[in-house]
């Protein structure tokens, strides 16, 4: 049955920007260099779900400062929060008891971390968002973007904002506020991976018609405090292998920050075959393998935080542009596998997409679609480096970690960078989606993971503990289901739902009351981190994640 929609106030903007990462605020900030080289004045909003900017952004990443350098080009001197240059770096193949140590040396440069910065992005967004307000951009953390306006003629002219107070049971309460329309003459949506609005705007308007399936990956991560005689400020570590399966793509990564603190993190890519993986479960076993035991020896782990990661590059990218705006950043996914990097991407997008949308408002335009954006990708340093590497996740997926990841694919990366884009292979595909590939239970073997210590290894509440997420106990559950029968009657039979699994804070449970009776599944919503890896993998696609009305979610540490 459908409802009268509520009266909401309105704001207008020229342009409307979706999340406050690096591919947002970069975006908001070249809109206002743009206005103030040409004397004009634009005004721009950005709207972030996370309680403040960098709420949802927990700290550990390896910064190329390409895309800073194109926005602030004097933000050495500007007191930005980038100030642990890589070092030293290793690679390394991981066995059950040792590792054996990959010849930097003899990697392409593309792979390199030389000139980069080991950084935490959510402090380096903080500081993005600071420069951004005092150029004039309103910028509102809090403020969950929950739904897209269109005008009559189908473009985007905007979208809902703040609308709160709706109980569990769906209906408002004494507490409702219907939220406010912000609406503006373009949209630019920068949600970060698997964004609920960019979902709908890729089917909508058809944006993923020429492109392959977008991949993922799902990243957990933790920050200790280590030992000082144990750290090495600016050392990048990357590794594969154990205790993944040689079929099962993903690795590790750990950086050193100059104040012994580490960030230590495992990826495993979501197209694995077996339902019964447990990515969280390899993680947790990975800090068991003794080279990685000896670091955290004497330290204390002090957050916890998981995402998805868009893996499909060159191929997976969509068309950019619709009617009315925009994708920016990794709701179209920039993200260099073989780099483990996105967000200098994620930032030179945004400012192509800002260029783009400054022309056309001071052109007198609105509605229309942002044509500069798009022609600028196709000529952009961003695209050339997305093809160079577009081999390597194909090459992974089919033949495995050692042949498919470090031996061809490190051929084609050579040829690529060597003969400028040019591969033995031409341009492999993705067939199929990373939900597509996950076969029955019948297939395999359950695994078995060992019981944490509460010392170096964590069960998932316990955990998720230590990434203040945080949801209001009467909100409605932002994770909806299809068809609620599908997780008992399709989903456990057939792949002994994965959803126990794949979720990296415990959100989904398959329980039986006491004394028997059929099982039912459960979700606690309020776990949830906002990774979006069930919306990704579950096989039925029968899950749907939105945004939380209310707001919730992580609120990672300031560090």
Not at 130 to 143: F, I, L, R, S
Not at 390 to 399: E, G, H, Q, T, Y
Not at 476 to 497: R, T
Request: aromatic share 8%; glycine share 12%; hydrophobic share 35%.
């Amino acid at each position: 049955m459908s409802e009268t929609a509520p009266e909401r106030e309105s704001m207008e903007f020229d342009v409307v920007i979706v999340g406050a990462g690096p591919a947002g605020l970069s975006a908001a900030i070249r809109l206002k260099q743009r206005a103030e080289e040409a004397g004009s004045d634009i005004n721009v909003v950005v709207v972030e779900k996370g309680s403040e900017v960098g709420a949802h952004i927990l700290s550990g990443a390896v910064l190329d400062p390409s895309g800073l350098d194109e926005l602030l080009p004097d933000w050495r001197n500007m007191g930005a929060p980038i100030d642990t240059p890589v070092e030293s770096e290793s690679f390394k193949i991981l066995g059950a008891a040792g590792s054996m140590s990959l010849p930097v040396w003899g990697m392409p440069d593309m792979v390199k971390n030389h000139g980069c910065y080991i950084v935490s992005m959510g402090n380096v967004c903080r500081w993005l968002a600071e420069q951004a307000e005092a150029m004039g951009v309103e910028v509102y953390p809090g403020m969950a973007a929950s739904q897209v306006l269109y005008r009559e003629d189908g473009s985007v002219r905007g979208v809902v904002v703040g609308e709160m107070g709706i109980g569990k049971d769906g209906e408002k309460r004494d507490s409702y506020e219907p939220g406010m329309e912000l609406v503006g003459k373009y949209v630019l949506i920068g949600e970060g991976v698997r964004g609920s609005l960019a979902k709908q705007l890729i089917e909508r308007f058809d944006l993923d018609e020429n492109s392959d399936p977008q991949k993922y990956g799902i990243g957990l991560k933790e920050l200790w405090e280590i030992s000082p005689e144990k750290s090495r400020p600016g050392h990048v570590q990357h590794t594969f292998g154990w205790p993944l399966n040689d079929d099962t793509g993903g690795g590790s990564f750990l950086y050193h920050y100059n104040d012994n603190t580490i960030a230590l993190g495992f990826v495993v890519h979501l197209n694995y075959k077996n339902p019964y993986l447990y990515p969280y479960g390899e993680f947790q076993k990975f800090k068991t393998h003794p080279e990685i035991a000896e670091l955290l020896e004497g330290g204390k782990r002090i957050a916890y935080g998981s995402r998805a990661i868009t893996e499909g590059g060159f191929q997976s990218v969509p068309k950019l542009t619709f009617k009315g705006g925009a994708l920016i950043g990794c709701s179209a996914g920039f993200v260099n596998v073989p780099r483990i990097k996105g967000n200098h991407n994620a930032m030179l997008t945004g400012i192509m997409a800002a260029n783009a949308a400054f022309e056309a408002v001071m052109a007198g335009r609105e509605g229309d679609e942002l044509v500069a954006y798009q022609e600028a990708y196709d000529d952009s340093p961003v695209k050339a480096e997305l093809f160079k590497a577009r081999n390597v996740k194909p090459l992974w997926s089919k033949f495995g970690t050692r042949l498919g990841a470090i031996g061809l694919a490190g051929l084609d990366l050579w040829t690529n960078t060597a003969l400028s884009g040019f591969s033995f292979f031409g341009t492999l595909h993705h067939g199929k989606t990373d939900a597509a590939s996950t076969e029955p239970a019948s297939k395999h073997k359950p695994i078995d993971y060992p019981r944490p210590d509460g010392k170096l290894t964590y069960d998932r509440l316990t955990n998720v503990a230590f990434s203040a997420t945080n949801h209001e106990e009467d909100q409605p559950a932002h994770l909806k289901l299809k068809d609620p029968s599908i997780p008992i009657d399709v989903n456990l039979p057939q792949y002994a739902e994965p959803a126990q699994r794949y979720c990296p804070a415990g959100v989904y449970e398959v329980v039986t009351a006491e004394g028997g009776g059929d099982p039912q599944f459960q979700i606690n919503a309020q776990n949830c981190v906002h990774c979006k890896t069930c919306d990704i993998k579950d096989p039925s696609q029968n899950i749907v994640w939105t945004t939380p009305e209310g707001g919730g979610g992580p609120n990672y540490p300031n560090m």
